[in-house]
T-cell receptor, first 118, second 114 residues
Framework: AQKVTQAQTEISVVEKEDVTLDCVYE???????LFWYKQPPSGELVFLIR??????QNEISGRYSWNFQKSTSSFNFTITASQVVDSAVYFC???????????????FGSGTQLTVLP | DSGVTQTPKHLITATGQRVTLRCSPR?????VYWYQQSLDQGLQFLIQ???????AKGNILERFSAQQFPDLHSELNLSSLELGDSALYFC?????????????FGPGTRLTVL
């Protein structure tokens, strides 16, 4: 069975600090996808990134970066120079990579509440 | 804006009642997923439809059912409601093949059972 663990329940930082959100996953599949979603106070779930199991190259998008390490089953998310608008709950998720149309539901971690203080 | 729409945004009802939540996927997406977000269970997958057919079931109660119509919109029916069914219900849709498995979520329907 798939499992995603986000051990950090809450993190609080001061604006402009860097912060890393941890994600550890378990799966027996050799092919899978990992995701990060953001849930701001307004409640919607916003897609941030998708990474497949074959691509261990780290990715950077503006102030966001992701570190995928298959050897440790981790997919960590770093926000550089955090801003108050980054305050949200961040979810890591995992899904199998079956063919189009097959069951590909997301298994979510419990989320990390990030608070960025001014 | 993800392109996925859900109605209603808020729903307040009483125990024992039945409600229907509606979801319209992004244009062109054939897969629709329903998730429940509650304080004690977190975000849980309920059920998936693909082009009108049920494809996967998660932790969906027997009191809950869903369907996807020919125009691809989906409805989640919740009956004999209990206090514990109070939650945020999300619908998500995903493209067919190509871009992988990312799912785009609607704004959610917040259900309060009194």
């Amino acid at each position: 069975a798939q499992k995603v663990t986000q051990a950090q329940t809450e993190i609080s930082v001061v604006e402009k600090e860097d912060v890393t959100l941890d994600c550890v996953y378990e799966t027996r599949d050799t092919t899978y996808y990992l995701f990060w979603y953001k849930q701001p106070p307004s409640g919607e779930l916003v897609f941030l990134i998708r990474r497949n199991s074959f691509d261990e190259q780290n990715e950077i998008s503006g102030r966001y970066s992701w570190n995928f390490q298959k050897s440790t089953s981790s997919f960590n998310f770093t926000i550089t120079a955090s801003q108050v608008v980054d305050s949200a709950v961040y979810f890591c998720a995992l899904s199998e990579a079956k063919s189009s149309g097959s069951a590909r539901q997301l298994t979510f971690g419990s989320g990390t509440q990030l608070t960025v203080l001014p | 804006d993800s392109g996925v729409t859900q109605t209603p945004k808020h729903l307040i009802t009483a125990t024992g009642q039945r409600v229907t939540l509606r979801c319209s996927p992004r244009s062109g997406d054939l897969s629709v997923y329903w998730y429940q977000q509650s304080l004690d269970q977190g975000l849980q997958f309920l059920i998936q439809y693909y082009n009108g057919e049920e494809r996967a079931k998660g932790n969906i109660l027997e009191r809950f059912s869903a369907q996807q119509f020919p125009d691809l919109h989906s409805e989640l029916n919740l009956s004999s409601l209990e206090l514990g069914d109070s939650a945020l219900y999300f619908c998500a849709s995903s493209p067919q093949g190509g871009r992988g498995n990312e799912q785009f979520f609607g704004p959610g329907t917040r259900l309060t059972v009194l």
